[in-house]
């Protein structure tokens, strides 16, 4: 079993910035591919952001290149996203996921095994 813990939300100014957390505990993380997600007011869970078990491959959602960007540190056992150039849009609950090796159909959530708590982002205009 992996639990998940995400730290880092909270409200931000357009164009602000803030840097999530989510820490792993149970078993280490080096051999899963990690991903964050978020879920807006009124809409489903969408893909954000996922980083591959051997860490050279990222994959993201197309309105956040550029914006954003995911690492992992596996010695420390976690994962972050970085944003930046945060907009109203980027409201939402961002939620940390973790997948055992899985090297394909990243942006699917039905592929992680292992989900956190969530963190609410607000971006006000």
């Known amino acids: 079993q992996v639990q998940l813990v995400e730290s880092g939300g909270g409200l931000v100014q357009a164009g602000g910035s803030l840097r999530l957390s989510c820490a792993a505990s149970?078993?280490?993380?080096?051999?899963?591919?990690m991903a964050w997600f978020r879920q807006a007011p009124g809409k489903e869970r969408e893909f954000v952001v996922a980083?591959?078990?051997?860490?050279?491959?990222?994959d993201y959602l197309d309105s956040v290149k550029g914006r954003f960007t995911i690492s992992r540190d596996n010695a420390k056992n976690s994962a972050y996203l970085q944003m930046n150039s945060l907009k109203p849009d980027d409201t939402a609950v961002y939620y940390c996921?973790?997948?055992?090796?899985?090297?394909?159909?990243?942006?699917?959530?039905?592929?992680?095994?292992?989900w956190g708590q969530g963190t609410q982002v607000t971006v006000s205009s």
């Open positions: 980083i591959h078990w051997s860490g050279v491959r990222t």
């Open positions: 996921a973790a997948a055992q090796r899985i090297s394909s159909r990243l942006s699917e959530w039905s592929r992680y095994d292992y």
């Open positions: 149970g078993r280490t993380i080096s051999s899963y591919t």
